[in-house]
C-alpha cells in the first residue's frame, strides 16, 4: 500500500487548524487491528505535538510546514477556523482530556 494523504485538524485555544500530511505505511508484522491502533496513536501524537507547538509559537499561517521527526513527510497547514467554538460533545471531550491531564500530573 503506498503512503496516503491524510487531513485532519486540532482546536487550540480559540481557533481549528486544519492539516494534512502523509500517513507512514501499514506495518506487514501487524494485523489490521493492530495497524488501526498504531494509525491512532500516531494521529494524537501529532494532535498533541500540533497543540504545544501552536501554544509556544503562536498561530500558525496557512500554507505552513511542519516537520515532526516521527513522520515520515511535512504537516502541512491547509486552513485555519477563527473564532472557533466547540460543539456540546466536544466540549465535553475537552473537559475529560483536561481532567485526566490534572490526575497524571498531580
Given at each position: 500500500?503506498?503512503?496516503?494523504?491524510?487531513?485532519?485538524?486540532?482546536?487550540?485555544?480559540?481557533?481549528?487548524?486544519h492539516?494534512?500530511?502523509?500517513?507512514?505505511?501499514?506495518s506487514?508484522?501487524?494485523?489490521?487491528?493492530?495497524?488501526?491502533?498504531?494509525?491512532?496513536?500516531?494521529?494524537?501524537?501529532?494532535?498533541?505535538?500540533?497543540?504545544?507547538?501552536?501554544?509556544?509559537?503562536?498561530?500558525?499561517?496557512?500554507?505552513?510546514?511542519?516537520?515532526?521527526?516521527?513522520?515520515?513527510?511535512?504537516?502541512?497547514?491547509?486552513?485555519?477556523?477563527?473564532?472557533?467554538?466547540?460543539?456540546?460533545?466536544?466540549?465535553?471531550?475537552?473537559?475529560?482530556?483536561?481532567?485526566?491531564?490534572?490526575?497524571?500530573?498531580?
Amino acid at each position: 500500500m503506498k503512503n496516503q494523504i491524510y487531513n485532519s485538524s486540532v482546536i487550540v485555544e480559540n481557533y481549528q487548524v486544519h492539516y494534512s500530511y502523509k500517513r507512514k505505511p501499514p506495518s506487514k508484522s501487524l494485523n489490521p487491528m493492530g495497524n488501526f491502533y498504531k494509525f491512532s496513536s500516531e494521529q494524537k501524537h501529532i494532535q498533541r505535538f500540533l497543540e504545544a507547538y501552536f501554544l509556544v509559537d503562536g498561530k500558525p499561517k496557512v500554507g505552513d510546514e511542519i516537520y515532526l521527526d516521527t513522520q515520515p513527510s511535512r504537516i502541512i497547514i491547509i486552513q485555519i477556523d477563527e473564532n472557533y467554538v466547540r460543539n456540546k460533545l466536544e466540549q465535553e471531550l475537552y473537559e475529560i482530556e483536561e481532567t485526566f491531564k490534572r490526575i497524571k500530573n498531580k
